[in-house]
């Protein structure tokens, strides 16, 4: 495995949310011996949350999404039935050279990242469901109009730290009026939890799916109203 560290990938200070500028994306994973063609599995130790946001990221500058793959379970949950290295062992690692070139912004057609005016259309869309993934608490604090909560850790075994069988996954998604014909729009506070979301639905065949980067701070400010516990 070769290394690409959650905050190398992270910009707080980008023109899209918290993506990295094409350049220093391009610059991560040439580094990382990465080709634009290649099958990409991606783990962390925290349940798949950041190397979910590595992928999704990776998709919308153009990586071809049927090469994108998340790890079931994490390094923890590989550690006790797999072989890992480390140490000396780690330091070993060796990358391909390559030189990596994101698509074209224009050409991009796999992207789930949508704007205000289409999250407000879908507020009023009757096959349209907005998932608020954050805690139940901020949740109940304040969500756009009609969304529905489902914390991004319901899909995720504990015991196991990966995720419950496919079966499981659609039934929980079913009972939240998730269906593979519904028009999905994801939001959270946090990017990775949403990514996680993201990666699970695409993994049991939801194609429907957009992805809203935007804060409530910022949903807002464009005149947006919230609800509360109290108002749904």
């Given amino acids: 495995a070769v290394n690409i560290p959650f905050d190398s990938f992270r910009s707080e200070t980008g023109k899209t949310g918290m993506l990295p500028e094409r350049a220093n994306w391009e610059r991560l994973l040439t580094a990382a011996g990465i080709a634009e063609t290649d099958n990409i599995v991606a783990y962390d130790d925290t349940h798949g949350v ?38 000396t062992d780690a330091d070993t690692t060796t990358t ?4 990596y070139k994101t698509t074209a912004q224009s050409d991009v057609t796999s992207s789930p990242l949508v704007g205000y005016e289409t999250v407000q259309a879908a507020v009023d869309d009757p096959m349209a469901v907005l998932v608020d993934t954050r805690d139940p608490s901020e949740y109940a604090a304040g969500h756009l109009p009609g969304a529905i909560n489902l914390d991004w850790r319901a899909v995720v075994d504990d015991e196991t730290r990966g995720l419950k069988p496919p079966s499981e996954r659609k039934a929980i998604f079913d009972s939240a009026g998730i269906t593979p014909e519904t028009h999905v729009v994801l939001y959270c506070n946090t990017a990775r ?13 939801y194609t429907d799916i957009d992805f809203y980067e935007g804060s409530l701070t910022e949903w807002r400010a464009r005149d947006g109203t919230l609800e509360t516990a109290d108002t749904t």
């Avoid at 946001?53 to 919308?60: G, I, K, Y």
């Avoid at 939890?193 to 993994?203: G, N």
């Fill in 50 to 87: 950041f190397a979910a946001r590595f992928l999704l990221t990776a998709e919308v500058y153009g990586h071809p999404p049927e090469r994108l793959h998340l790890l079931n379970g994490d390094y923890s949950a590989w550690n006790q039935e797999y072989n890992t290295v480390s140490g």
């Fill in 96 to 99: 391909d050279s390559s030189t």
């Fill in 193 to 205: 939890r949403i990514s996680h979301t993201y990666i699970v639905l695409r993994s049991l065949g």
